[in-house]
């Protein structure tokens, strides 16, 4: 057979873009470097003499910040004069920064771009059981707290609420101790009101929205995982404001910690089980993370979820992981092809699509969903969560419930740089099936439901209760 020039040209696109779908990951890496700057916020800063060999190495690594992005941003021509400009203002100051004042500047020089899923992270600590010397697992720059969650999570949740973080998630393991809809005060030794004054206090709206997600998510990452040799401990404010010092439980019985490629551990954890009587039953599922072995898990228990009249996926506080870990999950719950959404490029698309899944591992046939499908997210869900909420509102196979997403949903990839750290770059865009971008705008639910404290006080979960109440209307 005889290829054309313009066939050559497509396949070696297409050969290109199946390594980057094959591998691409979306979104939880996105406050990993976060947790560093929370927990340092209010810490002084001291100035370290850098010598020429280092000066040198910040120099490539401002460099290879800046090509990539002049080089993989999909809307370069955007920012183009911006992006030239940054570079005039910014490198001089790079030749003389430590490595955390070099990150902090370059993370400063990113926000000309715009979007999400551009920031250089810092190494990181975690270790996968067995694999302490992996030398993936990171370096010694990791300043104060790790930027990855510890091996025993805690089962808590926070978000900001007016202007307050509020505890909007406890596992039984602390429901003796702490309550929905306390007030987190302090972490350890750090006060967070200046924190969220800071984060309010900006005026410009993309840039707020981002800002109040590495809140939530880093006070997440920072409470939800504890240290077994160094836990912290909660400063909180109970229903009647008396103050709540608190070292939280943990249960490291229900973590797995996941490692794909070469990149840094991550924490996994998945809950099935299922609502009101059998015969009239509502499955739910709850997971952290998009990652392969969401697989593994949710097959252990499709059947048992199946026979329930519907089907409720809770991803409120997940945000995100490997993009196409969200087709095989849709092929469950489709009769027919459907596309969930793309990525766009000057030099092509992906497809997104999803084929029915028909028959089981051991060759048995097996038939999709076909009941009703509730979605919870809230302003944590983000990213690949993002991108499968929108995917199946736009084919009108589920119902969205909860508050909106934030609207950071860009497929991205991690470059390591020259002095150890990490450039996560967003390389293409992102719409759904309908054409809908994502990106600064989120998942508009469609019964919109945003948590209050008093609400969290009285132990009620609305969002559940509505994804139920629907479900039980449905025919």
Known sequence: MTLSPHDLASRAVQQRWRLIRQHTLIGWMLVAGQAVVFAQAGQADVQQPVDSAETSVQLQTFDAVWNQVREQYFDYSRIEQDWLSARETWRPQAAGASRAELRGLLNDMLEVVGESHFIVLPPTQITIPGNEDDPASGGSDNEGLDSEPADQPTGLGVRLIDDALVIDRVAEINAEQIQP???????????????????????????RKRATL???????????????????????????????????????????????????????????????????????????????????????????????????????????????TMMPLTSHLVDEVVLLGQLKREDGRIDFRAFPRTVADDGSRITPFDGPVAILIDSLSA?????????????????????????????????????????????????????????????????????????????????????????????
């Not at 030794?189 to 840039?207: C, H, N, S």
Request: net charge negative.
């Open 214 to 324: 590495y809140l939530e998510a880093s006070a997440n990452a920072l409470i939800a995982y504890q240290s077994a040799d160094e836990p912290v401990t909660l400063t909180l404010l109970d229903a009647d404001y008396e103050e709540r010092i608190v070292t939280p439980n943990t249960d490291p019985e229900s973590l797995n910690i996941v490692q794909i490629g070469n990149l840094p551990g991550l924490a996994f954890q998945y809950r099935a089980d299922t609502l009101g009587e059998p015969e009239s039953c509502i499955g739910r599922i709850t997971f952290t993370s998009w990652v392969p072995e969401l697989m593994e898990r949710f097959l252990e228990n499709r059947d048992a979820l199946f026979a329930c009249r519907g089907l409720i996926i809770d991803l409120r506080g997940n945000l995100g992981g490997v993009l196409t």
């Open 383 to 475: 990213s690949t969560s993002e991108m499968f909420s929108a995917g199946v509102q736009s084919l009108g196979r589920a119902r969205i419930f909860g508050s909106q997403s934030p609207g950071m949903a860009l497929p991205a990839q991690m470059l390591p740089l020259p002095n150890g750290d990490r450039l996560m770059y967003a390389f293409a865009d992102y719409i759904d099936g309908q054409g809908r971008r994502i990106e600064g705008i989120g998942v508009v639910p469609d019964q919109p439901i945003n948590p209050t404290r008093a609400e969290l006080l009285e132990g009620d979960d609305l969002p559940l209760e509505a994804a139920i109440k629907w479900i039980q209307a449905s025919q």
């Open 181 to 207: 809809g306390w007030l987190l005060v302090a972490i350890g030794d750090q006060v967070l009101q200046p924190l969220i004054e800071e984060t309010l206090d900006i005026t410009e709206p993309a840039a």
